[in-house]
C-alpha cells in the first residue's frame, strides 16, 4: 500500500469562528482578517451570533439582548434555534460554494455563558 497526500476538496469553504468577551477586538480582527483576504482575492463571507443575517435570527437577537426574564433553558433554547436556522441557510450554503466563513461567535459562547 502506497501513501498518498491528500489534497484539500477546493470547493469546500473554511468555517472559522472568533470567541472572546465584550470588546476584545473580535469584530476588529474579523474585519482585518475579511479584508485582507478579500484583496488576496479569496470569498469571504462575516456573520456572527445570535442573528446571523437571518430574518429569524434579527428577531432573536433582539429577543435574547434585551429580555431579563427568560429561564435559562429558554434563553439555551433561543440560541440553539438561531443558529439552526444560521447553519442551514447562511453558514452550510457558504462553504458549499468555497467561501471562507468568519463567524463572530459560535457554540462556545454558548457553553461559556
Known amino acids: 500500500m502506497t501513501s498518498r497526500s491528500r489534497q484539500p476538496d477546493r ?9 472572546g468577551s ?10 482585518l482578517l475579511a479584508s485582507s483576504l ?8 462575516v456573520t456572527r451570533e445570535p ?6 435570527g434579527a428577531f432573536l437577537r ?6 431579563t ?3 435559562r433553558e429558554t434563553e439555551a433554547l433561543l440560541f440553539a434555534a438561531d443558529r439552526a436556522e ?3 441557510t447562511i453558514i452550510q450554503p457558504a462553504l458549499e460554494t468555497g467561501t471562507i ?13
Request: some cysteine; proline content about 2%; glycine content about 8%.
Open 86 to 88: 444560521h447553519v442551514a
Open 51 to 56: 442573528g446571523g443575517d437571518t430574518q429569524i
Open 69 to 71: 426574564r427568560l429561564q
Open 38 to 45: 478579500q484583496e488576496s482575492g479569496y470569498p469571504v463571507l
Open 62 to 67: 433582539q429577543t435574547l439582548l434585551f429580555s
Open 11 to 19: 470547493r469546500r469553504g473554511l468555517f472559522i469562528t472568533f470567541e
Open 22 to 31: 465584550e470588546r476584545s477586538g473580535k469584530t476588529t480582527l474579523i474585519q
Open 101 to 113: 466563513v468568519f463567524c463572530d461567535r459560535y457554540i462556545d459562547s454558548s457553553v461559556a455563558y
